[in-house]
């Protein structure tokens, strides 16, 4: 079985990005590039990923009109990218080019939607004009009690899987409502993951490797617990244990 986690390499440098995927290499699945490593090193970073035999997950949370994501998601392509992120509320004619562009390059990449920022609250949705209420099919006069947030993920979620977008970023909080939204052939991505006894940082909605595998995730993204730890390996490996014994109870379970 593959490790399902994913390393975040929050690092400022490909350097120490390099050194730090080198060792916890055998103990992961995949590695993510974010903004900070790909505006300051650019396609450079793809080497780390190749040195250490890893897929890259780049993400870069495009957002733009529809020829330009379609442009960028094609050179994501030729730079040997396993995924891309981009922003579900980009809409719908942009997700469906992304995905078909990515299909047509015929490389390995995947296009993976996010849907609300988890560092969004209702409040925020309020501000940036974005309300969703959903009326319970039981009670039609009674508006969901969920948050807006929850909602708009949810509807954002489906509007991309509509679209032919089949992996989704989502905090641990939704991962059980995405599940059930989007069905079994969806591909969940979880950050917001934290051992039991590990500091939670700036990560509010948070949740246990083996609870975020039991709701339903498929990846797990894990950064500074990893980053972090003064054995990035032994930390990598407790994790990754932790997240594929929950997988294979789960498969055992249905
Ligand atoms: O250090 P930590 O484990 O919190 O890192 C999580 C990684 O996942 C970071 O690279 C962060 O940018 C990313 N991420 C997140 N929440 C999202 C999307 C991405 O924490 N909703």
Redesign the pocket.
């Known amino acids: 079985m593959t490790s399902p986690i994913v390393f975040?390499l929050?690092f400022p440098s490909v350097d120490e990005a390099r050194a730090a995927a080198a060792e916890v290499a055998p103990a992961v699945g995949m590695i993510?590039v974010?903004l900070e490593l790909f505006v300051h090193a650019g396609p450079a970073v793809m080497s780390v990923g190749r040195d250490v035999g890893l897929p890259v997950f780049l993400?870069l949370k495009l957002h733009d009109i529809p020829e330009t994501v379609e442009r960028a998601v094609a050179q994501a392509s030729h730079l040997g990218a396993r995924l891309v992120t981009v922003h579900a509320s980009g809409g719908r004619t942009m997700l469906r080019r992304a995905v078909e562009r990515a299909e047509k390059e015929g490389g390995t990449l995947a296009v993976c939607a996010?849907t609300i920022?988890?560092s969004l609250d209702d409040a925020d949705l309020d501000d940036v004009g974005i309300t969703v209420t959903r009326r319970l099919p039981a009670f039609k006069s009674v508006p969901d009690p969920r948050a807006h947030t929850t909602l708009a993920a949810e509807s954002l979620a489906q509007l991309a899987y509509d679209e032919g977008v089949r992996w989704f970023?989502c905090?641990p909080a939704e991962v059980a409502s995405l599940r059930r939204v989007l069905g079994s052939d969806a591909v969940l991505v979880t950050?917001?993951?934290r051992p039991a006894q590990s500091a939670s940082?700036d990560?509010k909605r948070i949740a246990t490797p083996e609870q975020a595998i039991r709701d339903g995730a498929d990846w797990l993204?894990?950064?500074?617990?990893i980053?972090d730890a003064s054995d990035r390996l032994a930390a990598a490996r407790a994790i990754s244990e932790a997240a594929m014994s929950a997988a294979s109870s789960k498969e055992g379970a249905s």
């Open positions: 975040a929050d993510k974010g993400d996010v920022l988890t970023v905090s950050p917001g993951v940082g990560q993204v894990v950064g500074r617990p980053r």
